[in-house]
Structures are given as C-alpha cells and as structure tokens.
Nanobody, 127 residues
Framework: VQLQASGGGLVQAGGSLRLSCAASGFTLGQYTIGWFRQYPGKAREGVSCISGNGRGSTYYADSVKGRFTVSRDNSKDTVYLQMNSLKPEDTALYYC????????????????????WGQGTQVTVSS
C-alpha cells in the first residue's frame, strides 16, 4: 500500500492549490481516503474525507468548509483536494491517508482510524 501526496507550494492569501494523492497497491475505490494537516509542534488534524463505498460521502472540518473540495477519480487511482480562498492559517504539512476497513464510511476517517499514510506535502500561504 502506498499513498503519495503532491501539489503543495507557496501561494498568496486568497489563492488556490490542488493537492493530489496517488494510490497504489490496493483498490482505491474500496476505501475512504482522508486529508489531514499538521502544524509545527502540533498533532495532525482532519481536514476532509471522501468515502469509498460508492456513495461519495464527504466530510469537511469547519475551518475549511466552503473553501476546500475533496474529490476522487478511481480510474486514475487519485484523490484530490481543491483548496480555494486560502488563508495564512492553512499553512501546514498536508497528508493523505487510507481509512481502515474496506467499504468503511466517512465516520471511520472522521475518527482518525487510518492505517496507511502518505508523505506530506507542504502548503504555505503568505499574507
């Protein structure tokens, strides 16, 4: 199982970035995938989740609701996080991860029950 996050970078406040999470070694469509972020010296926090049970259910943290959109293209084994109206407080290391349990719901991801993590991609938003 491998997950590889990419797409981070430096952007001005109000700008946009799209993160990608490329999956390999498992059938992406069967699993819920989550995006998390980590500030220096802090624990990781959940940003968004998208279910893999065919329902396409999503979850967003209140801090990103209305600005971020998660999507998936199972044919490309990739999950995306479109980030718009970025704020300096969005500056963090972003990770994607696979939730435990095949066909699990978004609730598994919201609970932080993840069994595989990709390396992080840095997002820096300047004011």
């Amino acid at each position: 199982v491998q997950l590889q996050a990419s797409g981070g970078g430096l952007v001005q406040a109000g700008g946009s970035l799209r993160l990608s999470c490329a999956a390999s070694g498992f059938t992406l469509g069967q699993y819920t995938i989550g995006w998390f972020r980590q500030y220096p010296g802090k624990a990781r926090e959940g940003v968004s989740c998208i279910s893999g049970n065919g329902r396409g259910s999503t979850y967003y943290a209140d801090s990103v609701k209305g600005r971020f959109t998660v999507s998936r293209d199972n044919s490309k084994d990739t999950v995306y996080l479109q980030m718009n109206s970025l704020k300096p407080e969005d500056t963090a290391l972003y990770y994607c991860a696979r939730a435990m349990y095949r066909y699990g719901s978004v609730a598994v991801c919201r609970g932080g029950l993840m069994d595989s993590w990709g390396q992080g991609t840095q997002v820096t938003v300047s004011s």
